[in-house]
């Protein structure tokens, strides 16, 4: 058989291919004559053949058929089949496979070769593909060549222990004793090494440690040498002593430093040296700077010196290496919790990062601007950060958007610039905000009494520049349907006012209803707005007819809207006055997830509507709370709610009774509701009376004072049901004679157990200071048994930033709120 190519001449063969195929077929022509020089037990070309299946092997061609061939030239005693065999082995051997077993014995006798660099081979194999069976039967030879004086064997066994501890870590306490003398070493290799099993040692116990932590004044010996020393040709890099010695120093000092006082003390002075010593014009010295700003920033150093750390990344930021600034933004990230003041001194060069062409440096940027923001900041790095929702790409207005919210939110100056913010964000940027942004800028706008007419007037010039928009298209019909009348007013003090018509405004929300880019939330929107505005507006005969066009819509939510609405105009025009007034101050409720509003129909206004279908089988409890939807939706919520004795079937009426007496027939107890089939939507406005829900004639009821103390005033007004005579509604006003407000002001009620009580939301949950105004809240009592009323209420609140908290018992009600 001739003798087979030379590697050389096969890696000259194979670059001469033109086409993949060529290659490939050149590649299986040779596989095919190594196989049958495999099969011919050829020991002389065993060498060459195996090279080159390692070459085939990293152009990604299957070599598996020459794993046992490697083990033949492992056992061989030549030097040069060694050398091919343990490269071989490393390469297509791993522990999943059983053959590397057959390994062991020849690796141990390697272990203990009288040539160091067979030994040397040996130990890197097993530091490489060692499995865990093999560590523990050679974890003895490499602990004894890790005490040799041998410097070649020293820094090859410090590796390949690391490999035996992350394999086997209780074998760890065996080669402690070895590390003794390691750092006494002149060589820096095996300085390296040692560095590097320490290191994993150190990471892995919590003993260890602490073993070795009285080797830090050595390591810091060390580190200052290799900084003083002078020029050394056989460690220099760029002109520096050693660098990647260095790192693995300041790695360890880290480790050892970290909780610990006296060490970090110990090192400060040496990590001010490098600081301040390092060249930073090559990359060899950033990447020394960086690894000692980390260390500084892990241990307990002191604060000048996490202030010379944050400087260095300060100065990374101006380096034209855009890897260089990447790691500077992100280090700064992490820090700036900790050392806020330190970094914000170079807020200027974060913020023209946000300019950098790169992505990764933009997004880190924009993250860091975001954690820069504070109360005196805030006016100039939205601006920045506005300018930079407004030129960035796409993949980044999201995330943007939703950071001016929660720092607007957070730190707004003032709530006209609060307001301003927002509805900057929403016309660049409104089709990537988060869907509670709609809702959130409502309950804003909604508790900006003093803001109403400003935001309806801005709200409204932006909706003539853009309908595009869907986010901001909401709000501004909203706030049209709620505060339109305002808008046509011109009572505008913020700036100039707009002359505006009623027929204006209402052109503009018909043509929210035609346009191609409205969605349907955004149509119902405009619809409840428009049917609003009769209310507020004299054009009812045109509002009339646009609700009745729509009651045909082909949009099943928006006919029903219609529909529902043109009954109103026709069944209950008397009270839509009363179901289309403004909105309440919103509460934001807690949730498990983010704070957000109640919302009902996807909007945050209390809508006329609930499109829920009543339960088949008749409930009065639940149909009092579907009546109590009708009335104003989320803002009546029953907060103390005692239960009464069972009772057939027409206790049902009292409970109607309790929460307004809304029924059609007119006498204690109504008739059971009739199964609704679910395929046909019931109008839910059917079962409301058109009689007056309370009576006057609770005018003689004398109002009485349930509460006096620290300035707080709690009085009780009277009035009587008009059918039932068992439900007295008592509306509290609240009133305030210290010279500062109450804040965050709550009051509760609960009554004896023969009673029945539903307490509504209050009008506010802030006592002006001064009697300069009242809160006033509604409770509503039956007292089927005609017993004398006695109430327990109790009051909390914030005065002069101290919480109040108070009991009181009222037991002195007047005779005719009861009997």
Request: net charge neutral; with cysteine; glycine share 4%.
């Amino acid at each position: 058989m001739p003798a087979p190519i030379r590697l050389r001449e096969l890696i000259r063969t194979i670059r001469t291919a033109r086409t993949q195929a060529e290659e490939r077929e050149m590649i299986q022509k040779e596989c095919a004559a190594i196989r049958s020089s495999f099969r011919e037990e050829d020991n002389t070309y065993r060498c060459r053949n195996v090279a080159k299946l390692l070459y085939m092997h990293m152009l990604g061609y299957p070599a598996h058929f020459g794993q046992l061939e490697c083990l033949k030239l492992i056992a061989s005693q030549k030097f040069t089949d060694k050398r091919i065999g343990y490269l071989g082995a490393m390469l297509l051997l791993d522990e999943r496979q059983d053959v590397h077993l057959l390994m062991t014995n020849c690796i141990k006798n390697d272990l203990n070769h009288s040539t160091q660099y067979v030994q040397g081979l040996a130990l890197c194999t097993l530091g490489c593909m060692g499995s865990s069976e093999m560590c523990r039967d050679l974890a003895g030879e490499v602990e004894k060549l890790l005490k040799t004086s041998n410097s070649y064997l020293r820094k090859k066994a410090a590796l390949c222990a690391v490999h035996v501890i992350r394999k086997v870590p209780e074998l760890m306490e065996m080669f402690l004793p070895a590390t003794k003398n390691l750092l006494s070493e002149k060589n820096h290799g095996v300085l390296h090494t040692s560095v590097v099993l320490l290191t994993e040692m150190c990471e892995r116990s919590p003993d260890m440690l602490s073993h070795f932590r009285k080797l830090v004044p050595q390591l810091v010996r060390i580190l200052k040498n290799l900084i003083m020393s002078g020029y050394s040709p056989e460690h220099d890099v760029s002109g520096i002593s050693d660098p990647f010695l260095q790192v693995r120093i300041l790695r360890l000092l880290r480790i050892l430093g970290k909780g610990d006082d006296d060490s970090s003390e110990a090192m400060n002075d040496i990590l001010a040296q490098v600081a301040t010593n390092t060249e930073t014009s090559k990359n060899v010295g950033n990447a020394i700077l960086y690894e000692t700003v980390l260390t500084i920033m892990d241990i307990k150093s002191e604060s000048g010196l996490r202030v010379l750390a944050i400087n260095i990344l300060g100065r990374f930021l101006l380096n034209n290496d855009k890897n260089i600034r990447y790691v500077a933004l992100t280090s700064l990230l992490k820090t700036v919790q900790t050392d806020h003041n330190a970094v914000q001194r170079h807020r200027s060069t974060i913020v023209d990062c946000l300019k950098d062409l790169d992505v990764s440096i933009k997004r880190r940027a924009m993250e860091l601007s975001f954690a820069l923001v504070n109360g005196n900041n805030i006016r100039g790095m939205m601006k920045e950060l506005l300018y930079f929702l407004d030129s960035c790409d796409p993949e980044f207005k999201a995330d943007c958007a939703s950071g001016v919210f929660l720092a607007a939110e957070k730190y707004a100056p003032s709530k006209r610039w609060h307001i301003d913010t927002i509805m900057r964000v929403l016309t660049t940027a409104g089709s990537y905000v988060r869907d509670d942004s709609v809702p959130n800028l409502i309950q804003l706008i909604t508790n900006s009494v003093e803001m109403h007419a400003y935001t309806v007037q801005r709200l409204y010039k932006a909706l003539l520049d853009d309908i595009s928009q869907q986010p901001l298209v909401q709000v501004a019909s909203w706030c049209i349907g709620e505060y339109g009348d305002l808008l046509v007013s011109g009572q505008c003090e913020e700036e100039e006012p707009i002359q505006v018509t009623e027929d204006e405004v209402l052109d503009v929300l018909e043509g929210l209803l035609v346009s191609n880019l409205s969605t349907p939330v955004t149509r119902g929107y405009s619809l409840t707005a428009i049917m609003k505005l009769s209310t507020r507006f004299s054009s009812v005969n045109r509002i009339k007819k646009v609700v009745s066009i729509y009651g045909s819509s082909i949009d099943v939510e928006l006919q029903q809207r219609a529909v529902e609405y043109n009954a109103l105009f026709k069944k209950y025009d008397h009270m839509r006055p009363a179901l289309l007034e403004r909105m309440p101050i919103m509460e934001k409720t807690s949730t498990n997830g983010p704070t957000e509003i109640v919302q009902t129909n996807g909007e945050t206004e209390s809508t006329v509507l609930d499109t829920k279908h009543p339960p088949a089988v008749p409930q009065p409890a639940n149909q009092a709370n579907d009546l109590l939807d009708l009335l104003g939706g989320n803002d009546v919520a029953p907060v103390i709610q005692t239960s009464v004795p069972t009772k057939p079937a027409s206790a049902g009426g009292e409970l109607l009774d309790l929460l307004g007496d809304l029924s059609l027939s007119g006498g204690p107890t109504p008739a059971p509701a009739p199964s609704v089939p679910m395929s046909q939507p019931p109008f839910l406005l059917d079962g409301l009376s058109s009689q007056p829900l309370f009576n006057d004639t609770a005018a003689g009821i004398p109002p009485m004072t349930a509460y006096n103390k620290n300035g707080l005033k709690i009085d009780f007004t009277f009035e009587r049901s008009n059918q039932n005579p068992n439900i007295s509604v008592i509306t509290i006003h609240a009133s305030n004679s210290s010279e500062a407000e109450m804040t965050d002001f709550v009051f509760q009620a609960a009554v004896p157990k023969t009673f029945q009580l539903q307490l509504l939301s209050p009008s506010s949950n802030i006592v002006p200071a001064l009697n300069q105004g009242n809160v006033t809240q509604v409770i509503r009592v039956l007292n089927p048994q005609k017993q004398q009323l006695r109430m327990r209420i109790k009051l909390t609140y914030t005065h002069k930033g101290s919480p109040v908290q108070d009991l009181a018992e009222v037991n002195n009600f007047p005779p005719q709120s009861w009997q």
